[in-house]
């Protein structure tokens, strides 16, 4: 038997729970010109659901094989093509009282309306991936999205998910068929309003390639457009593979690196709806010295860092971090937000690779408590980090999700014997 559930560790990209993918549709309507699901596993436009009841029934065998299993993912190409549908299967979810479980699905943000949306979050559904592609009209056009490519539509949609809860993941493709660079600049002037409107809770981006098979190769062929037949090079991240008459493959490239910068906006987004709220626990103690450990990104460190200077203003701050941010480091020494920086020179934290100077320095300061900022919601793969601090001899210390919530709140000391996993956060 397969072990479906090994799958789901450390889980799909970006799933924020242990979740087993599974499949309440197959096939696909729409005739994206780039994709393999479409033109190579189904050949046609088609699409046909399962019987709800039936998903519910594989659901249920799911989560008696895997207790532990905390969600499905609904991991196919459109699982919201039928409105009846979805709101059938969400209502069977919840009859069957399976809405405990954390649900994220695939879907067309053309198709969502606010109905099936409140259906969804009733049965369990958290997080929603839909694929906005671009904001260019010739790129739309080129890729062959048609209904799909509806930015008024899609506007309204993320304000209905905040609105009433739902987290919504959103994919962006730069250098597609028809493309300009015009498109792809408007593609980042989206990217920019919904993600700083805090409408996109996670998203992903990517550099539109011909894979053989597909409409956009035979495309690209006919044109004499590839660059380069070598199959590594078609990986859709760091490698542009084709070359416009009008729009060059370095001018692709720049324009995709540049909507990079987003990550850490949304991120930083993210996380500043709750960590104020998360650091009024520690107001109730008479904290007079905190180490906060530089474990993510800076922006998310940052503002981790100013809400305990704006919370807890007459407490001394230190941070451990690493020479790559000494700039961005100083620069919140200067304004006083943080007191003194004491550099790590490894990437990772390791307790083998802690120096006894720079430990026995830190030992000496007596920190009252640690601050531990982690860059997903449970904290996967930070297990070395919470090793580290064992060796610091910091009494307690408290960590911070991605959503600026207590993920925990440790006395070190019922700790000491634990073991721990070392692997990279």
Same mark, same amino acid.
């Given at each position: 038997?397969?072990?479906?559930?090994?799958?789901?560790?450390?889980?799909?990209?970006?799933?924020?729970?242990?979740?087993?993918?599974?499949?309440?549709?197959?096939?696909?309507?729409?005739?994206?010109?780039?994709?393999?699901?479409?033109?190579?596993?189904?050949?046609?436009?088609?699409?046909?659901?399962?019987?709800?009841?039936?998903?519910?029934?594989?659901?249920?065998?799911?989560?008696?094989?895997?207790?532990?299993?905390?969600?499905?993912?609904?991991?196919?190409?459109?699982?919201?093509?039928?409105?009846?549908?979805?709101?059938?299967?969400?209502?069977? !979810?919840?009859?069957?009282?399976?809405?405990?479980?954390?649900?994220?699905?695939?879907?067309?943000?053309?198709?969502? =309306?606010?109905?099936?949306?409140?259906?969804?979050?009733?049965?369990?559904?958290?997080?929603?991936?839909?694929?906005?592609?671009?904001?260019?009209?010739?790129?739309?056009?080129? !890729?062959?999205?048609?209904?799909?490519?509806?930015?008024?539509?899609?506007?309204?949609?993320?304000?209905?998910?905040?609105?009433?809860?739902?987290?919504?993941?959103?994919?962006?493709?730069?250098?597609?068929?028809?493309?300009?660079?015009?498109?792809?600049?408007?593609?980042?002037?989206?990217?920019?309003? !919904?993600?700083?409107?805090?409408?996109?809770?996670?998203?992903?981006? *990517?550099?539109?390639?011909?894979?053989?098979?597909?409409?956009?190769?035979?495309?690209?062929?006919?044109?004499?457009?590839?660059?380069?037949?070598?199959?590594?090079?078609?990986?859709?991240?760091?490698?542009?593979?084709?070359?416009?008459?009008?729009?060059?493959?370095?001018?692709?490239?720049?324009?995709?690196?540049?909507?990079?910068?987003?990550? =850490?906006?949304?991120?930083?987004?993210?996380?500043?709806?709750?960590?104020?709220?998360?650091?009024?626990?520690?107001?109730?103690?008479?904290?007079?010295?905190?180490?906060?450990?530089?474990?993510?990104?800076?922006?998310?460190?940052?503002?981790?860092?100013?809400?305990?200077?704006?919370?807890?203003?007459?407490?001394?701050?230190?941070?451990?971090?690493?020479?790559?941010?000494?700039?961005?480091?100083?620069?919140?020494?200067?304004?006083?937000?943080?007191?003194?920086?004491?550099?790590?020179?490894?990437?990772?934290? *390791?307790?083998?690779?802690?120096?006894?100077?720079?430990?026995?320095?830190?030992?000496?300061?007596?920190?009252? !408590?640690?601050?531990?900022?982690?860059?997903?919601?449970?904290?996967?793969?930070?297990?070395?980090?919470?090793?580290?601090?064992?060796?610091?001899?910091?009494?307690?210390?408290?960590?911070?999700?991605?959503?600026? =919530?207590?993920?925990?709140?440790?006395?070190?000391?019922?700790?000491?014997?634990?073991?721990?996993?070392?692997?990279?956060?």
């Amino acid at each position: 038997d397969v072990e479906r559930i090994r799958y789901g560790i450390p889980g799909e990209p970006s799933s924020e729970y242990l979740e087993v993918q599974a499949y309440a549709s197959r096939g696909c309507p729409m005739n994206c010109n780039f994709c393999v699901c479409r033109h190579l596993y189904y050949h046609k436009s088609n699409w046909r659901p399962r019987n709800p009841d039936n998903v519910v029934a594989e659901m249920h065998y799911l989560k008696n094989k895997y207790p532990h299993m905390e969600g499905i993912f609904f991991d196919e190409e459109c699982h919201n093509i039928k409105k009846k549908f979805v709101v059938d299967l969400c209502k069977a !979810i919840v009859q069957n009282n399976l809405h405990n479980l954390k649900i994220e699905a695939m879907c067309a943000y053309a198709t969502l =309306d606010e109905e099936m949306m409140r259906a969804m979050k009733e049965a369990g559904y958290y997080l929603l991936r839909v694929g906005i592609e671009t904001a260019g009209e010739g790129a739309a056009a080129g !890729i062959g999205l048609g209904a799909k490519f509806n930015l008024e539509k899609l506007r309204k949609t993320l304000h209905v998910a905040k609105k009433i809860g739902l987290k919504m993941y959103g994919t962006f493709t730069f250098g597609a068929p028809g493309s300009s660079q015009k498109d792809d600049q408007a593609t980042l002037h989206l990217m920019d309003e !919904i993600i700083g409107d805090g409408l996109l809770w996670k998203f992903q981006t *990517s550099i539109c390639t011909p894979q053989p098979g597909t409409p956009f190769y035979k495309w690209a062929v006919e044109k004499n457009l590839l660059k380069t037949y070598v199959p590594q090079e078609y990986d859709g991240g760091n490698r542009v593979v084709v070359e416009y008459p009008d729009y060059s493959s370095e001018e692709i490239m720049k324009t995709y690196l540049s909507s990079q910068k987003y990550f =850490d906006l949304a991120l930083k987004n993210r996380f500043s709806l709750k960590i104020d709220e998360s650091i009024k626990v520690l107001q109730q103690f008479s904290l007079q010295k905190i180490l906060v450990l530089r474990t993510s990104r800076m922006p998310q460190v940052e503002v981790a860092l100013r809400a305990l200077k704006r919370m807890i203003p007459h407490c001394v701050i230190d941070v451990l971090g690493q020479p790559a941010v000494y700039g961005e480091l100083m620069q919140l020494e200067k304004e006083a937000v943080i007191d003194t920086i004491y550099l790590y020179d490894k990437g990772f934290f *390791s307790q083998k690779e802690l120096s006894e100077e720079l430990c026995d320095t830190i030992r000496t300061q007596k920190y009252d !408590i640690a601050c531990i900022v982690y860059s997903n919601v449970k904290g996967q793969g930070f297990e070395n980090v919470e090793a580290f601090l064992q060796k610091l001899h910091i009494e307690k210390w408290i960590a911070f999700n991605a959503d600026g =919530d207590i993920l925990k709140q440790t006395d070190m000391r019922k700790i000491r014997n634990a073991k721990y996993v070392s692997c990279a956060p």
